[in-house]
C-alpha cells in the first residue's frame, strides 16, 4: 500500500502544473504550488500518510458536509429539505442563480454557497457564537482532532473580499429563504470556511461517513447512518462543483473539495482518504488531487459503480 | 385640451381595476389604488392639470433618469458608459443577473437597479451625505420645486426590506465594478427613490427633458443637450422596464415609470408629461397611467415615429 | 449635401478594418470588404447617393421589417402581437431561448429571427409558393424597383447551411406558435433573405416608413400609418440586434441592419437613408455603416430624442 | 422476497394518482394509469416478478443507456467524451439549451435528449437501418429477449409530434457537432425509443449493468466493465432527469427512467429492478415506480452510500 501511494503521487505530480493556486480570496494565493500530500484510512484500522499530508490549509468547501450534516442533526430532513433542495444545478458553486421565477429551495443544493450559507441558519446556538463553538466542536470529533482552530489571515482576507457570499446570502434573504442578519451568516461561513487541517483531518472525516458514523476504534455512533448516506448521496451528485459528473465516472465514490485544494473521499464500507494539492483546474477542484483518487481507485477498485 | 384630459381620466381610470398597488415594500402598500393624476406643462408655456395631481408619492424609479443625468455631468459619457451599458436586458429590473461569464457593464442599463445602483457611485461628493445634498439639490432645480424632500416611513421601509437591492450591489462589488462601502450606496438609492414629487413634479422633469436642459421660462441651460438626448433614448429602450417595447408601439415617447405609480414621459420640443395611479401591472408599470399617456399620445399625436 | 456625405464616407472608412465579412454562410463571406457606399432620400425630393450605392448585395434581416408589414397588412395588430412581442430580448439576433417556462410569443420580438420565422407564417398565400410573390412584389412596390430578384448562390448556401434557423423553426412548432411546414416557412424565409438591393432600395424602404406608408411622388398610400409607426417603434428598440440602445444613443433614428452589410434609416418626416459596407461588428451590424449614419445625424440633427 | 414485493407494490400503489401518464406524444396518452408491475433479478439467480410484470410499454428514454453503451463499444471514451459531456445540467430533459457562448459537448450528457441523440451519430452502420439493426439485436441480447419490436403507433405518433427533438438536432447540427442528415438521426432516434418492453426486459437491462457487462448464467461478456462502470456512474448522477439528486437521496442506485412510465435499477453486485406505472411526475418519472423503488432500497439495504 505504502509503495502503491507512492507511485500514484509520482505519477500525478506532474499535473500539477496544470492548475493555479486559487487567487480569488487574496490570503489563498499564498499557498505552495508544490504541496502534495495524502492520507488513507481503512477499514482495517490501517493509516498510510506520504508527501505533505501533515502540512494545513483552509477546509474551505470541505466543511459543507458537515454544515449538512450539523443542519440534519440538528432539525431534520424535512427541515434541511425544504430549506435547500439536492439537485444538480448545471452552474459553478458561485454563481448567481436566474431563473424566470423566484428562488426557492429547489434552485440550489447544500454544495453550492448559496445553499451552504443557507442551511448555516438551521444550526443551533442561541448566537452566531455558539453556533460557530458547536460547529467547531462537531468538526474536532469528526476528525478526531482537538486542536482545530481556524485560520485568521485566511478568514479576515475572505471577509474583506467575499462580496459574492454576501450577494448570494442577500438573495436568499430577498426570497425570504432566511430570516438571519446577512452580516452574521456570512461571517460565521467565512470562519468555519477558514478551520485549519490537514490530509489526516480530511481522511478523517471520510472514513467516519465511509462507516455511517460510527467511530470505528469507540464503536461510539458520531452522527446517524441515515444522515451519513443523505450525505454521502448529495456528495456524489454535487461535491465536485460542476465537475462531479467526471468525477464519478473517473474515480466513482463520494467526495468533496476546496479551493484551499483539500478532497475528501469516502469509499463506503471499505476507506476514507485526504488529499491535498493547492492547484486547482477551472472548476476549482484540485489537479493533482483527482489525479491521485483516479490512481487509487483504479487500483483498489474503490468505484462503487 | 382640459376636456379631452378630462375625457382620457376617465375612459383610463376604468383600468386600475387590472392593477395592484406594489406591496414588497411594505409602506408602499398603504397607497390608495383610487388616486388617479395628470399635468401636462406644454412649450406654448401652458399648464394643465386634473385629478390627483398634487397627490405626492415616492419618485422610485423615476430617479435613474436624474441619477444618469448627474453622473454625466460629474463624469462624462466615457465614464457612465464605460461602468454601464445601454442594452435592453430582456428581464425585469430587479432581475438577478445570470450569464456564463463575469459580470460587464455590458449586461445592464441605467434603468435598471443594478445600473442605477453603479451610477450612484460615480455622482460627486466627498461623502453620500454632500452625494444626496447634491443629487435632491439637481431635482429641486429640475422639478423647480425647492420644497423636496423625502418620505422617511418609506426610506426606513424600503431600508429596512430591500435585500434585493443590498444583493445586487454586492454583487457589482464582487465582480468590481464598484469600490464603494455597499451599505452606504444602497442606504444612499434607498433615500433618493424616496423622494416624494407629485404629478406636476414629473411634468416638470419631463418637459425639461423635453427642452433638452433648457429652462422655457428664464433661458437658462440645467443641463447640456446632449446628455438630454442620451436620458431620452435610453428611456425609449429601456425606461418602461421589460415592457418598454410595447410602450414604444402604443405611446410612441421616452418615459419613466416608478413602482410609487408616477410615470413622467417626454414628448420631444413639445410637452412634458407626469401621471399618477398606484395600481400597477406585473411589470411594475401604472396600469390606468399607461392608459392616460396612449390616450393622450394618440389625440395629440405625440408618437415620435 | 454631397460635401457633407464625401467628409462622411472618409471619416468613416477607416472604421472598416475593425469589422469583418459575415462567414456563417459561406457566400457571404466572398463579399469586399472595400465595398462602401450610401444613398439618401429627402423629404424635398432630393435624392443624394454616393460610393457604391448601385453594388446589389443580398437583403438579409433588412427583410425582417417587411415581413412583419406584410403580416401587419395580412391580419391585423392583434393576431400579430398575439404571435410575436415587442420588447427586446438581450441577447443575439439567432439565440436560443431559454426560459424555465414554455415558449411563448411574450420571449420574443419581430427582429430576432424566431420571431421573423413566425410572422413569415402569417403572410396570406395557398403556397409558400404564392407567399414569396406577394412578399416580392411587395418589395419591389417599397423599393420602387421592379426589377429585384434574389442571389440563387446566397439562398442556396444558406438553405444548406442554416440549420440554427431550422432550429429555431422547428422549436416554434413544438411549442404550437406555428402549425406550418417547417421546411417550406424556412426555405421561404432563405429566399426572402436572399433578395438583392442596393442602397437606393433600402433608402426606399426608409423613406416610405419616414413618411408613413405614403409614396411621396405619386401620393398613394402603400401601407397605412398606423403599422408604419408599429413597424419604426419596434426598429427603435429591437432593430440593431443587441446594439439597438447604443444605436438608439449614438444616431437616434429607427434602423434596421442585415449581415450583408446594409442599414436602412428612418428619419420620421425627413428622410430615408440606406448605407452599405459589409464589414460588421461582433453583434452583427455594419461597422462603417454605424459611424457613417453617426455622421449623418450629427450634422444632420436627425436624433428623434 | 415475493411477501416483500407484495407489500411494496401495496404501500406504493396509492401514489398512482399523484401522476398523470404522459401526454405530450398523442399515442402514449392512452397508457392504463393502473398498471402497476415489478421485476427482479437477484444474483443469486432468483427472478421474482409481480404485478403487471408482463405489460408491455415502450423503452423511451431507458434506451439512452444502451445508445451510450453502443457509442462506447463502437468507438470509445475519448470520442463519446468528446461529443457528450458528463454533467448534470439542472434543466428538464428536453430543455433548450441556453448558453452566452457556443454549444458545446460540456453543456450536454448522455441522459438529455440532446445528448442521446448526438451519441446515435456515433453507433457505427452505413445507413440508419443498418445502426437500428444494430441497436436493436444488441438490445435483444441485453434483455435476452429476441422477440423485441417497436411499437408502431407511438413511433409513428412521436415521428409526427416530435418537433423539440427534431430543434435539438437541428441546435447539434448548427454548431458542428453532428454531420448526420438531421430527419435520419430524428427517425433512428424515435424508432429505439419506441421498442416495447416489459418489467423482465428492464430487469434484464439492470442486470447485466449490475453484473458489469457479464451474463450470470452463460459467463459470456456483453459489453465491457469499464463501460458498464461509465453507464452506471452517468446514471447515477443524470439518469432520473432533474430528479437524479432526490433518487440519490431516497434509492441510492444508479437507475433510468422512461416517460413510457418504467424505471430501470441497477443495484451493482447484487441485482437489477424493473417497474413499471405509467403515471408520471412533473419531471418525467414514474411516481409510484420510486415509490416502490424506495421500499425496495429501504428494505434491502440497497443504497451504495
Redesign the interface.
Known amino acids: 500500500m505504502e509503495a502503491l501511494l507512492k507511485n500514484i503521487l509520482e505519477d500525478s505530480r506532474r499535473f500539477i502544473k496544470e492548475g493555479a493556486v486559487a487567487n480569488y480570496i487574496p490570503e489563498l494565493a499564498k499557498a505552495n504550488a508544490d504541496n502534495f500530500g495524502v492520507c488513507v484510512l481503512s477499514n482495517d484500522n490501517q493509516r498510510y500518510c506520504l508527501g505533505d499530508y501533515n502540512v494545513p490549509f483552509t477546509i474551505q468547501s470541505i466543511i459543507k458536509p458537515i454544515i449538512l450534516l450539523m443542519a440534519l442533526t440538528d432539525t431534520d430532513i424535512a427541515r434541511v429539505r425544504a430549506l435547500v433542495?439536492?439537485?444538480?444545478?448545471?452552474?459553478p458553486f458561485d454563481?448567481?442563480?436566474?431563473?424566470?421565477?423566484a428562488l426557492t429551495g429547489e434552485h440550489i443544493?447544500p454544495m453550492i454557497n448559496t445553499g451552504a450559507i443557507a442551511l448555516c441558519t438551521l444550526i443551533r446556538g442561541r448566537s452566531y457564537e455558539e453556533k460557530f463553538s458547536r460547529l467547531l466542536e462537531m468538526t474536532k470529533i469528526i476528525t478526531d482532532n482537538p486542536t482545530l482552530e481556524i485560520d485568521e489571515k485566511v478568514y479576515l482576507s475572505e471577509k474583506n473580499t467575499g462580496?459574492?457570499n454576501?450577494?448570494?446570502?442577500?438573495?436568499l434573504?430577498?426570497y425570504n429563504m432566511i430570516d438571519a442578519d446577512?452580516e452574521e451568516v456570512v461571517d460565521f461561513y467565512f470562519r468555519v470556511c477558514s478551520i485549519k487541517v490537514n490530509c489526516v483531518d480530511l481522511a478523517n472525516i471520510a472514513f467516519l461517513l465511509a462507516n455511517h458514523g460510527e467511530n470505528q476504534k469507540t464503536g461510539e455512533r458520531i452522527f446517524s447512518a441515515q444522515y451519513?448516506?443523505?450525505v454521502?448521496?448529495?456528495l456524489?451528485?454535487?461535491g465536485m462543483y460542476?465537475?462531479?459528473?467526471?468525477f464519478?465516472?473517473k474515480v466513482?465514490i463520494?467526495a468533496k473539495s476546496g479551493v484551499g485544494g483539500g478532497i475528501m473521499a469516502v469509499a463506503?464500507n471499505r476507506m476514507g482518504i485526504g488529499v491535498y494539492s493547492p492547484a486547482l483546474d477551472k472548476k476549482g477542484n484540485s489537479v493533482a488531487g483527482i489525479k491521485a483518487l483516479e490512481g487509487l481507485s483504479k487500483t483498489l477498485d474503490l468505484?462503487?459503480?
Not at 433542495?85 to 452552474?91: D, L, N, Q, S
Not at 454563481?95 to 421565477?101: M, P, R
Not at 454576501?166 to 438573495?171: D, E, G, I, P, T
Not at 460542476?242 to 467526471?246: F, I, L, N, P, R
Open positions: 433542495g439536492v439537485e444538480a444545478t448545471g452552474k454563481a448567481f442563480n436566474y431563473s424566470d421565477q443544493n462580496n459574492k454576501r450577494a448570494l446570502a442577500y438573495m434573504k430577498a446577512v451519513a448516506k443523505y454521502n448521496a448529495v456524489m451528485t454535487c460542476d465537475g462531479s459528473g467526471e464519478a465516472l466513482g463520494p463506503p468505484s462503487i459503480f
